[in-house]
């Protein structure tokens, strides 16, 4: 994925999730495992200082710290889950300093700086054998490949970068003691990127392949890993057209140390890995032929033996490996033969052959093997680059990985460590001149004043190795070309003469008495910028000729194999002239890479070995150290550290700490720089602390910058806090306003139902109340549509209202509802039969008893209603059977009037009929009479038929006068009577008397016969009291109070 579309794809909040994962990864590590940049080591100058800061990181897991720009990168010996693409996306785009050192942050940031000022760049990778850079290379290639912008053809060229490295591998990598995929040559390697950063192309230079391991190996070492993968994973077929066994024991180039097996390593696998590579890179068939038949035939040529004939000199007695050789090479086996045991001398423009004595005849074939691979080898380099050139004229931009071999020193050192040293030191003066160069520019691009830097310029070792005429270099190719018995030791007798006094170099003959002992005859000693390495002379000679006869090449050139006969072209050698020594070539090689370094930007990344069992979490003080040494990292640190430790661009030191500043935080508005002026003015650094450049500030010392990301990372954890808070805040409100919108949004839709019910109710009510009111005003029509419904509404109306309010008693008939007109029949109806009911109710509910009280109060009714002024008073008194008992009534009486059967009896008061005076009587109705009883004696006997009438006032007194027959004159006249319950006797004797018209109620006064023929009054007035008295007149008067009418 490309960094923009990156920065497309990513959410924000996966964009926040990653600041924070960063910020907290920074805090974290910094503060739990030492720092995480040697430049602000306070002790920079100390070793120890510096070892311990990067074990305890190693310890943690830790193996990448920072000196400035460079990485350096202790070899874990293990898996370690930092590679993974979330860790690559980690790094894409983010500033180098903001997170923990990781070799991705190194590349990303060269190629974002390759691509914002569009130039070139290299990455440096060095170190000791097994230390980690073909590691290192590996990881930044898979880093572009994934970061950099795919399309097909690109990832085409992705593909064959990638794959370029197995293939490589195979061909150039061999277990060595110190490592199991020990590069045996060194590499450069170019991407080249168009201008949006795609990778369009890549070119690679290998340098000084060790070419002696075709022919031997060390014990416990390997040939190169090629030669195990065909013999091991190569099909059936193939061996058999190649010649070869399953077996590497039966090839003496692969068994000399002993160890042709190796647990870590699969050649099977590898072997299929390398076939596809080849595919992917665009070999042909015939060129995988013509390769592999190479690889058979060195094997083949390894088996090739000699013997001795009887003039010593070598014969050749294994006709089968030649043949193999012959036929996978093209090359006649009589050639062959003529050309591993002869020499072809010219003489006098004549040529002859002599014959080799058996050690020379091992030691042409040997040469012939080496020369063979090594320009095999070659090819197969200029074979990948042909497959990676691009072929577009436009301008591209290059990262070149050099993944070269570091400093070494071994008990015993010889020619390979003297070339790969001088190569060391070439680097050490390159990263010299470009780090010293690009500072001072830097300071004067600030306009800082530069101040001397006190560093050791290894300039000088340079020039007494490479120096015309007088360097070593030089030396021992004179010593190789000059005629005569040279020898190794005459090459040290003459470096001892050449440049005896030159303060770096020391042999035995030279040194004074306490480094001689350190020394052997044959050593001579060179102080390199990292330390003392003494070398043997033994072998510098040969190993420098790299000899391979010149007949060899002309054998060589009859091949009818493709690759051979490109590698050994018919014009190639001067006949003459002596081709260049080894040395040579690698100094013009290494002049060359200088030369395709010093225009590119330099980064580097120093691999340190922590032990040498290749064991994981195991760190081996006195082997860091050494490296560190050797590596020159103190070195670096301090020329690093000459001026000023740290230094950033205005923009970001400002972003990174305007926190600790209330003037420049959140924003600042004014230029960055005078932003960092007001910070660092809040920050109180001191005049000598800090300079400020034109776009950058220069910190001199690291504690001032600790200080500083101390303030920042308490400050930091504050911000966060309140960042978070805020963005809690922010949640919690982006919530609740959702929350409020879907409220509203239910309620609207609510109200609109509501409503909507609303008005259907009352377009419902509307049509209900026209219709009503449409029923209402026909309702006096015949029965129609129109008030069908209404009628049949005040109907059921009516009945409700009538089932609710129907009379309780017959009197409440008059309650009756009025109907509307048209229940008025069906009312009528109704109420009568419910009358009719209520009635029926009523009488059966009645006992006889009261039967018969209400036919007696009937019957006072019909004789004294609206007559008397008093009867409604009685109305409400029930009857009694009698007032008096007949037990009450005399004995003497009732024994007269037994007979005739006691109706009734009550007590009364009589008026004298003269004087009027009252007297307490029984009144008793029997059967047939009245009889007015005075205690034992019967008084008075009105037979029923001689009771003419009884006179009531209409007043409210108690009076009744019997008038009665009287026709005797002894007989005695009318009673005047005074009776409480005058309604009830009156009755009763009505009843007994069945005399229609008995009672006669008069207004005024009354006339009654005292006896015959002499009559009395009784005259009734109303008055203020109940008075009875005797009047003037002779008139009984009796007055009585108006009783109120009900
Ligand atoms: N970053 C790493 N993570 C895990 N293992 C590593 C890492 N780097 C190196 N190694 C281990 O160390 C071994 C040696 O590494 P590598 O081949 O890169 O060393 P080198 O420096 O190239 O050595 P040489 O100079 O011999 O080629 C690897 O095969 C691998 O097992
Ligand atoms: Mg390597």
């Known amino acids: 994925m490309t960094h923009m579309a990156l920065e497309v794809k990513e959410s924000l909040e ?288 390894g088996n090739v033996n000699f013997e001795a004939d009887a003039r010593g000199y070598a014969s050749l007695n294994n006709n089968l490996e030649m043949h193999w050789v012959s036929k996978l090479l093209g090359i006649p086996t009589q050639v062959l033969q003529q050309g591993l045991t002869h020499r072809k001398i010219e003489a006098k423009k004549e040529e002859v052959f002599s014959p080799l004595t058996v050690d020379h005849a091992v030691y042409a074939r040997d040469a012939l093997a080496k020369a063979i691979y090594g320009r095999t080898f070659n090819w197969l380099v200029n074979k990948i680059n042909e497959s990676l050139a691009n072929m577009d004229s436009s301008r591209k931009t290059v990262i070149g990985l050099l993944d070269i071999y570091g400093f070494e020193v071994f008990n015993v050192n010889s020619f390979e460590q003297f070339c790969i040293n001088y190569c060391n030191e070439k680097l050490q003066q390159l990263f010299i001149q470009l780090t010293l160069k690009s500072e001072q520019e830097e300071y004067e691009m600030e306009g800082i004043e530069w101040e001397p830097v006190p560093y050791f310029n290894n300039k000088i070792i340079c020039d007494l190795v490479e120096e015309k005429h007088r360097g070593i270099i030089s030396l021992l190719d004179e010593e190789c070309l000059r005629p005569g018995e040279a020898t190794d030791l005459t090459l040290l007798d003459k470096m001892e003469e050449k440049i005896g006094g030159h303060p770096h170099f020391v042999t035995h003959k030279l ?114 150290r050494h490296q560190v040494k050797y590596l020159g990292l103190m070195e670096h640190l301090r020329v690093r550290r000459a001026g000023f430790a740290y230094r950033r661009k205005y923009e970001i030191f400002l972003q990174r700490y305007k926190a600790l500043c209330p003037d420049t935080w959140p924003n600042w508005k004014g230029t960055a720089a005078e932003g960092v002026r007001c910070l660092i003015k809040h920050l109180d650094y001191k005049p000598d602390e800090y300079k400020m450049g034109r776009t950058k500030i220069f910190i001199r010392h690291p504690r001032t910058l600790f200080a500083t990301e101390d303030a920042f990372q308490v400050c930091k954890n504050q911000l966060a806090t309140r960042i978070q808070a805020k963005y809690k805040g922010y949640r919690v409100k982006g919530d609740y306003q959702k929350q409020k919108e879907a409220a509203t949004k239910i309620e609207n839709c609510f109200r609109g139902m509501m409503a909507r019910k609303e008005r259907e109710k009352r377009e419902w009510a509307v049509r209900i109340i026209k219709r009503f009111i449409k029923g209402f005003m026909t309702r006096n029509e015949p029965a129609s549509v129109d008030n069908r419904e209404y009628l049949a509404y005040v109907r059921q109306n009516y009945l409700t209202r009538l089932k609710e309010n129907l009379p309780k008693t017959v009197l409440e008939k008059d309650s009756w509802p009025t109907p509307p007109p048209v229940l008025r029949e069906a009312s009528q109806l109704l109420k009568k039969l419910y009358i009719r009911h209520m009635i029926r109710k009523y009488v059966h509910g009645m006992t006889k008893e009261r039967k018969a009280q209400l036919q007696l109060k009937v019957q006072t009714s019909s004789m004294f209603k609206d007559k008397k002024e008093n009867y409604p008073i009685s109305v409400c008194r029930p009857f009694l059977d009698t007032r008096i008992g007949v037990e009450d009534i005399s004995m003497k009486v009732m024994q007269v009037i037994r007979h005739e059967h006691v109706k009734y009896g009550v007590s009364v008061v009589k008026y004298d009929r003269n004087g009027f005076r009252p007297r307490p009587r029984q009144l008793v109705l029997t059967q047939e009479a009245v ?24 007043l409210s007194d108690n009076f009744l006068i019997l008038h009665v027959t009287c026709d005797d004159i002894k007989q005695k006249g009318d009673l005047v009577l005074q009776c409480d319950f005058l309604f009830e006797a009156l009755t009763r004797l009505s009843v007994l008397t069945s005399k229609q018209n008995l009672i006669q109620v008069v207004q005024g006064s009354v006339r009654f016969d005292i006896q015959p023929g002499r009559e009395g009054f009784v005259d009734f007035r109303s008055g203020h009291e109940s008075v009875v008295y005797r009047a003037k007149n002779g008139h009984l008067t009796v007055e009585s109070t108006r009783t109120k009418s009900r």
């Not at 070398?535 to 002309?554: A, Q």
């Not at 194999?561 to 003459?576: G, L, S, V």
């Not at 205690?935 to 009438?949: D, M, N, T, V």
């Open 511 to 624: 040194a004074d008495q306490k480094t001689r002992k350190t020394l052997e005859r044959g050593d001579f000693r060179l102080l390199h910028y990292a330390g003392e390495v003494t070398y043997c002379v033994v072998g510098f000679l040969d190993k420098n000729n790299d000899l391979l006869y010149r007949n060899g090449k002309e054998v060589m050139q009859q091949s009818k194999n493709a690759i051979i006969k490109h590698c050994f072209p018919p014009t190639e050698p001067d006949r003459k002239k002596r081709p260049e020594t080894v040395v040579t070539q690698f100094k013009s090689s290494l002049v060359g890479l200088t030369e395709i370094l010093m225009t590119k930007e330099p980064w580097y990344i120093r691999c340190i070995k922590p032990n040498e069992a290749k064991q994981p979490g195991c760190f081996d003080d006195v082997l860091v």
């Open 14 to 301: 996966e964009r926040c999730n990653r600041i924070l994962r960063n910020m907290e990864a920074s805090l974290t590590t910094r503060d739990r495992v030492g720092i995480q940049d040697f430049v602000l080591l306070d002790n920079y100058t100390s070793e120890t200082a510096f070892l311990d800061n990067l074990r305890k990181r190693f310890h943690e897991n830790l193996v990448y710290t920072y000196i400035g720009t460079l990485l350096v990168s202790v070899n874990p010996y293990k898996e370690l889950d930092i590679y993974s693409k979330n860790q690559m996306d980690t790094y894409m785009g983010v500033n180098f300093f903001e997170l923990p050192p990781h070799i991705y942050a190194l590349a990303d940031n060269v190629f974002r700086t390759m691509l914002s000022e569009f130039n070139d760049h290299f990455i440096l990778i060095s170190g000791e054998s097994g230390a980690g850079k073909t590691e290192a290379s590996k990881k930044i290639l898979h880093f572009y490949a994934v970061s950099c912008p795919s399309t097909k053809v690109l990832n085409n060229v992705r593909d064959r970068l990638l794959v370029s490295n197995p293939v490589l591998e195979a061909f150039g990598n061999a277990k060595t003691l110190k490592n199991d995929n020990s590069s045996r040559f060194g590499k450069y390697m170019d991407i080249q990127f168009d201008h949006q950063g795609g990778a369009v192309g890549g070119h690679i230079l290998s340098y000084l392949l060790e070419k002696s391991r075709v022919v031997h190996q060390n014990h416990g070492e390997r040939n190169f890993h090629i030669f195990y993968q065909l013999v091991e994973g190569g099909e059936e077929n193939l061996l058999r057209w190649l010649g070869l066994e399953r077996n590497c024991q039966n090839y003496s180039y692969l068994v000399q140390g002993n160890c042709a097996k190796v647990s870590s390593i699969n050649d099977k696998s590898d072997w299929k890995t390398v076939g596809r590579a080849l595919s992917v890179i665009g070999f042909s068939e015939s060129d995988t032929e013509h390769l592999f038949g190479i690889i058979a035939s060195v094997l083949h040529l």
């Open 931 to 954: 009889y007015l009883v005075e205690e034992a004696k019967i008084k008075q006997r009105i037979h029923y038929s001689s009771l003419k009438g009884v006179s009531v006032s209409n």
